[in-house]
T-cell receptor, first 112, second 116 residues
């Protein structure tokens, strides 16, 4: 079945450091891919998405490129801020199955 | 309100008691999902409703768990004879269309269940 695997955390970085959180997926069809973020004390919210191969999703300085050849959707940001401290979830939605599957989440802590 | 509403926000119960968790999705959203988030764990899919179709119950961990969605709107997740391992945050989400090109889920803030 469909599944998502993302790098285990926690990840601790200093402010302005470069961030990469790895995500790979397994799917039988042509899924859409997402990154959701959960800030402390808040509900999950969509950060960015990509619906087809080679698409790049971007938001708030974060980017992820849908790589079909490597079945990956790694999240990157060039310069993290303390306010980026949160748990990040990679997710997959298969158009034929009509459901959403999430990775285990990666906790990011950014220190000043 | 405009978002997904869940109640109660916190529930403490004794082992063996039944609990009900409620989710009020965004108006007009046809798809509704329940997930469980245990401490230090990711999101575990529980059940999915789409319109009037039969729900996908494939994620329910045991027959103590059940859910219903009345009138295609409000949903109730029921846990019977609660166990300590049921302690978690139960998240509800809704979406305008089920999966597909948009696929964005809108989450509630969750119901934190503690079983003593």
């Amino acid at each position: 079945g469909n599944s998502v695997t993302q790098m285990e955390g926690p990840v601790t970085l200093s402010e302005e450091a470069f961030l990469t959180i790895n995500c790979t997926y397994t799917a039988t069809g042509y899924p859409s891919l997402f990154w959701y973020v959960q800030y402390p004390g808040e509900g999950l919210q969509l950060l960015l998405k990509a619906t087809k191969a080679d698409d790049k999703g971007s938001n708030k300085g974060f980017e992820a490129t849908y790589r079909k050849e490597t079945t990956s959707f790694h999240l990157e940001k060039g310069s993290v801020q303390v306010s980026d401290s949160a748990v990040y979830f990679c997710a997959l939605s298969d158009r034929t199955w009509n459901d959403m599957r999430f990775g285990a989440g990666t906790r990011l802590t950014v220190k000043p | 309100g405009a978002g997904v509403s869940q109640s109660p926000s916190n529930k403490v119960t004794e082992k063996g008691k039944d609990v009900e968790l409620r989710c009020d999705p965004i108006s007009g959203h046809t798809a509704l999902y329940w997930y469980r988030q245990s401490l230090g764990q990711g999101l575990e899919f529980l059940i999915y409703f789409q319109g009037n179709s039969a729900p996908d119950k494939s994620g329910l961990p045991s027959d103590r768990f059940s859910a219903e969605r009345t009138g295609g709107s409000v949903s109730t997740l029921t846990i019977q004879r609660t166990q300590q391992e049921d302690s978690a945050v139960y998240l509800c989400a809704s979406s305008l269309v089920a999966g597909g090109p948009t696929g964005e889920l809108f989450f509630g803030e969750g119901s934190r269940l503690t079983v003593l």
